[in-house]
């Protein structure tokens, strides 16, 4: 069963770049039926999409993010990440890695999220 | 303010029927994107609920269905039950902005 774990650090000061990781195990990255995605989730707020990857590298990005937004993925690895770069209390979230079904455009399978906190 | 805009709150009683409405625009649910749902429980990750709309994934009840019509969807629950309250997300795409969420609502079973 196909399961994702996202890791990083729970702090980052503001102005710095947040980096996140998202593991994949029980399955390959490696299929053209997926993209791969990120989620975030503010305190007692609601959902907001970050942007996604395919495993060969196509990325698509929520246009409010994408100037400080970079995704990336490692086959090798299986794993993608996330770099979210010059931020401020803001982006303080739970942030998601979820696995996009390319052909219904649903996210079937969620990380257990991270919390990431922006603070001096 | 979320592209797609749903109810902060609906509740029920144990075994009554709620929806949960999720109204966006042409360049969303009215250009013919499909509508996902997902439940969320308090300090837990997000699960699909409903997928194009109407579809069920394996292991959901059929007492949760989905709706599309115009700019709108819904999601219906029927034979409320506690275990049902939760917060509710549908999702979509738009034209412009790509991945879309509603703002969730919080259903309260009395």
């Known amino acids: 069963q196909l399961q994702l774990q996202e890791s990083g650090p729970g702090l980052v000061k503001p102005s710095e770049t947040l980096p996140l990781t998202c593991n994949v195990s029980?399955?390959?990255?490696?299929?053209?039926?997926?993209?791969w995605s990120w989620i975030r989730q503010p305190p007692g707020k609601g959902l907001e999409w970050i942007g996604s990857i395919s495993y060969s590298g196509s990325t698509d990005y929520n246009p409010s993010l994408r100037s400080r937004v970079t995704i990336s993925v490692d086959t090798s690895k299986n794993h993608f990440s996330l770099k979210l770069s010059s931020v401020t209390a803001a982006d303080t979230a739970v942030y998601y890695c979820?696995?996009?079904?390319?052909?219904?455009?649903?996210?079937?399978?969620w990380g257990q999220g991270t919390m990431v906190t922006v603070s001096s | 303010q979320s592209v797609l805009t749903q109810p902060p709150s609906v509740s029920g009683t144990p075994g009554q029927r709620v929806t949960i409405s999720c109204t966006g625009s042409?360049?969303?649910?009215?250009?013919?994107?499909?509508v996902h749902w997902y439940k969320q429980l308090p300090g837990t990750d997000p699960t699909l609920l409903i997928y194009?709309?109407?579809n069920r994934p394996s292991g959901v009840p059929d007492r949760f269905s989905g709706s599309k019509s115009g700019t709108s969807a819904s999601l219906a629950i029927t034979g409320l039950q506690a275990e049902d309250e939760a917060d509710y997300y549908c999702?979509?795409?738009?034209?412009?902005?790509?991945?879309?969420f509603g703002g969730g609502t919080k259903l309260t079973v009395l």
């Open positions: 999702h979509s795409h738009d034209s412009r902005l790509r991945g879309v």
């Open positions: 029980g399955g390959s990255i490696n299929s053209i039926s997926y993209y």
């Open positions: 042409s360049s969303n649910i009215g250009a013919g994107y499909d």
């Open positions: 194009d709309n109407h």
């Open positions: 979820a696995r996009h079904i390319t052909a219904i455009g649903a996210f079937d399978i």
